[in-house]
């Protein structure tokens, strides 16, 4: 099955205590399933902004981390 990659990809891992998130490690798959078939077969503006999605979240959690705690030590 198409999962198998993924939840041994997963499995691995987690027994070398590497953290790893199995929604980034399905859509990988899933695009590359695509891409291994046909590259016409994946949406690669999707792809993009998945990919964009990717790299803007981390940043923008920290900064709403930031905000959020200097606003508790102004309110505590």
Aim: charged share 10%; glycine share 10%.
């Amino acid at each position: 099955m198409w999962h198998d990659g993924p939840a041994s990809g997963g499995v691995l891992a987690t027994y070398f205590g590497i953290p790893v998130s199995t929604t980034h490690t399905i859509t990988g798959a899933i695009v590359g399933v695509g891409a291994a078939r046909k590259t016409a077969a994946v949406r690669w503006n999707i792809a993009s902004d998945v990919v964009l999605a990717w790299i803007v979240t981390l940043p923008a959690a920290a900064l709403f981390g930031a905000a959020f705690y200097e606003v508790y030590k102004v309110l505590s």
